[in-house]
């Protein structure tokens, strides 16, 4: 369950290209490359520089993000151990697991940060207090 998540359980996938002399295409169909059918798709642009996005945690959210253009770190946190991802590629994507904190730094000019969700947005699933994440990852209490 997502206490057990951990920044190891966060590949980075590769998402293949069909490369062409005008240009390149990834596609993401179906359940082949990732663990979850898309519902939703949402993107960060105009970021400006030295700005922090989502400085929080999912409880039942898996998201993929990709560096569609530009290049960003996303900080990931398990409660125990931290990792940096760098994404600057838009044939790969990081997988996040719901009972990830994550936060996404580092944006380059113009970069667009895609993200493709496995829920519809809602604000009752996010765990926004970094104190609350980790006494939820660290405790047997069955909800936050
Ligand atoms: P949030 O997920 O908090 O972004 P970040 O962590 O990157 O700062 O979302 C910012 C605002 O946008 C918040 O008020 C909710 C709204 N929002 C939606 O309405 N739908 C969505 O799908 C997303 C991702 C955000």
Not at 68 to 79: E, I, P, Q
Request: proline residues 4%; positive net charge; contains cysteine.
């Amino acid at each position: 369950m997502i206490r057990k998540t951990t920044v190891d359980d966060c590949p980075i996938i590769d998402l293949g290209q069909i490369q062409n002399r005008a240009g390149n295409i990834t596609v993401v169909e179906g359940n082949d490359l990732i663990p979850f059918k898309v519902k939703r798709v949402y993107y960060l642009y105009d970021v400006p520089g030295g700005a922090e996005r989502g400085g929080h945690a999912h409880r039942k959210l898996y998201q993929l993000i990709v560096a569609a253009s530009g290049s960003f770190d996303v900080k990931l946190d398990d409660g125990n151990l931290k990792k940096l991802v760098c994404l600057n590629r838009p044939s790969e994507g990081l997988l996040v697991k719901p009972g990830i904190w994550r936060e996404i730094v580092n944006f380059s000019s113009g970069s667009n940060c895609l993200v493709l969700a496995s829920e519809l947005y809602d604000e009752k699933d996010y765990i926004r207090i970094y104190r609350k994440f980790l006494n939820y990852k660290k405790s047997n209490a069955p909800k936050v």
